[in-house]
């Protein structure tokens, strides 16, 4: 083989691997975008504060779609009322800080969910309202879910769970995604430091917390 030969052919592969790694790259942002952005939406709570939660179940049942989302029990507190020793209270919780299980709810108000659909440009972003109805939280584990009302329609992006065995090392990339500063869900990008063991946890089954990079605004919460 020449030398004109070989360098013809490197000159070649030269040419399409940017071609390649670029098409990969737009395959994956697309994966990530499906996956990750497309899967949160916007909560417009009562106290015109907004937060975020993660869709995580969309299926038909009996003829009725049930669409769940997930998020903070913080985030859907002033939907809730609670009987307290001095009568009809509102529980207050403030995020990263887990209040103790709340007494009997005795009222619950709808919450407002922004459902976005996206284009092929981030120009290409319409939000759409619809009201969701409480259905379970526990406030311990500060967590809860909502249903989305049925006219909104099954919602083709469902979020994955993290398999129970993943193993978690420092230096590991991680993405933020939520619905902050009342805008559209975004995603940040950080990485994995490590465990707080200050808690006497183990690890995550144990219940503890993971240490990372990705920067948390307000309105993240459930996202």
């Not at 120009?123 to 309202?129: A, S």
């Not at 993943?166 to 939520?178: D, E």
């Amino acid at each position: 083989m020449s030398f004109r030969t070989i360098f013809g052919i490197a000159a070649a592969m030269a040419i399409c691997a940017p071609a390649l790694a670029q098409e990969e790259d737009s395959a994956l942002l697309a994966q990530m975008s499906r996956e990750m952005l497309q899967t949160v939406v916007m909560m417009e709570k009562r106290d015109e504060s907004t937060a975020s939660g993660v869709v995580v179940y969309s299926a038909v049942r009996d003829g009725v779609v049930h669409t769940y989302v997930l998020t903070n029990f913080h985030v859907i507190v002033p939907h809730l009322k609670f009987e307290t020793s001095k009568g009809k209270k509102k529980i207050k919780a403030k995020p990263g800080k887990k209040p103790q299980q709340p007494p009997k709810v005795i009222g619950k108000t709808p919450i407002t969910v922004a459902i976005f659909t996206y284009g092929d440009r981030i120009q290409d972003v319409t939000r759409g309202l619809h009201q969701a109805e409480i259905v379970a939280f526990d406030a311990e584990e500060d967590i809860a879910v909502v249903r989305i009302t049925p006219d909104a329609g099954l919602y083709p992006h469902i979020a994955a769970f993290a398999p129970k065995d993943i193993k978690l090392v420092p230096f590991t990339t991680v993405w933020s995604v939520g619905s902050a500063q009342h805008l559209f869900p975004f995603p940040v990008r950080g990485a994995i430091g490590g465990m707080d063991f200050r808690s006497g946890k183990k690890g995550v089954e144990d219940g503890g917390d993971i240490i990372t990079t990705a920067p948390i605004t307000s309105g993240n919460s459930g996202g």
